[in-house]
């Protein structure tokens, strides 16, 4: 599969590149997920990218939800497409998946975007995109890989 890196000095780079993701990914059906050890910017990344789909007022992390759905209006103004932010920290077994609705989120033709996705393994399919987040120092370093037709988003996180 594809390879990205990018270094991300600042917590407002960290939500630029989540903003720069908007573009490539409005619209597409698929699974993201997101690693990373607590702290590394996950949530962040996200709330960048929900900017730059254009949803305002508080983006709340799903910490405790477990899910937070958004509802993005695409450019055609009738037309909506599902987006879901989880976070799968406190799910005790990957069987709680289910009570979440996990089938019908698959079924919406929106995308997931899943942080801890190895709390949801095995009974989570493989991911379109996954991006690895690690702490260096004050800053933090992203590596994602991605399937081929998923091209353009890794572009975006090509930063060198
Ligand atoms: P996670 O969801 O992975 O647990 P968060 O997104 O909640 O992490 O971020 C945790 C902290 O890290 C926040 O205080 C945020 O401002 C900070 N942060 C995010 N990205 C960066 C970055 N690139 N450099 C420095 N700090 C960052
Ligand atoms: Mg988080």
Redesign the pocket.
């Known amino acids: 599969p594809f390879v990205a890196d990018c270094y991300?000095?600042?917590?407002t780079?960290?939500l630029e590149l989540g903003r720069a993701l908007a573009p490539a990914l409005i619209g597409r059906a698929g699974l993201i997920f997101l690693h990373?050890d607590?702290?590394?910017?996950?949530?962040?990344l996200v709330r960048g990218l929900l900017r730059g789909l254009g949803v305002t007022g508080t983006v709340r992390?799903p910490t405790y939800t477990l899910i937070e759905p958004y509802s993005i209006q695409l450019a055609d103004k009738t037309t909506t497409w599902p987006l879901f932010h989880l976070d799968l920290y406190r799910l005790a077994d990957p069987r709680e998946l289910d009570e979440l609705g996990w089938r019908d989120l698959r079924a919406d033709g929106g995308l997931l975007l899943i942080?801890w996705p190895e709390r949801g393994a095995p009974l989570l399919p493989a991911a379109d995109v996954s991006l690895h987040?690690t702490i260096t120092a004050?800053?933090?370093q992203l590596r994602a890989s991605g399937q081929p037709s998923w091209a353009a988003v890794m572009a975006v996180m090509q930063c060198f």
């Open positions: 991300l000095p600042n917590e780079a960290q990373g607590l702290g590394a910017g996950k949530t962040t992390s942080e987040l004050s800053a933090r």
